[in-house]
């Protein structure tokens, strides 16, 4: 049980990271080396809204691993210290009980976040960066339902096996998510020169 547990909380992880990060390029500020280019208003306006946005999804995934963290630390001291089967399955039953609050809060907070800030039309960039936050916001989307399940699948599990299930449904669903938003971004193609430069 402890090894698919980890596992699947590395996946949660790795997802966290993925859901946020996107070629930087797409992302600059439009400026430019050449100084004869001037940069946009609205499109450096935007930029440091999408900067708050991101800061915030970070937020988000920092207190998510917080939570985690403390769960398994928590976890841990309470098997080193059992001395009976009832004892460690009261340990691994917290520790399930402490990742669906983690999970739910998280699936709540990110809820909350909404979409990300559109780029402003008309300048070069603002297709592909429209073509990354629809794969971002389709990737959430999908995390964010395949947490609430896991969650549900938790608190309605009565044995290991059930707990274990829900967890592998759960890895395939985020393994589907992480594959369709991949070829979403490929799809894009290379990303455009001089963002945020009027088109």
């Known amino acids: 049980m402890k090894s698919i547990a980890t596992r699947s909380i590395a996946v949660v992880a790795v ?16 400026s430019s080396t050449n100084t004869s ?12 809204t999408w900067v708050t946005y991101v800061q915030g999804l970070k937020s988000i995934n920092t207190t998510f691993r ?22 460690r399955q009261a340990a691994y039953a917290a520790f399930e009980a ?4 983690a999970l739910n809060a998280r699936v709540t ?11 402003p039309a008309g300048y ?8 990354i ?10 995390v964010v339902a395949a947490q609430t399940t896991l969650s549900a699948s938790l608190a309605a599990a009565t044995t290991g096996a059930q707990a274990r299930t829900a967890r592998l449904t ?4 985020l393994g589907n998510a992480i594959v369709a938003r991949s070829t979403a971004l490929l799809a894009l193609g290379t990303p455009p020169s001089h963002p945020g430069q009027p088109s």
């Open 15 to 30: 997802v966290a990271a993925l859901g946020i990060s996107v070629p930087a390029v797409a992302f600059a500020d439009g």
């Open 37 to 48: 280019v001037t940069t946009s208003t609205a499109w450096t306006t935007w930029h440091a």
């Open 66 to 87: 917080t939570s985690r963290e403390s769960a398994r630390t928590t976890l841990q001291v309470a098997l080193a210290t059992a001395t009976t089967k009832t004892e």
């Open 98 to 101: 402490s990742i669906e609050a």
């Open 109 to 119: 907070a990110i809820t909350a976040a909404g979409t990300p800030p559109p780029p």
């Open 124 to 131: 070069n960039g603002t297709a592909y960066v429209d073509g």
């Open 133 to 142: 936050q629809s794969a971002n916001i389709a990737f959430r989307a999908s």
């Open 170 to 173: 759960y890895e395939l669903a």
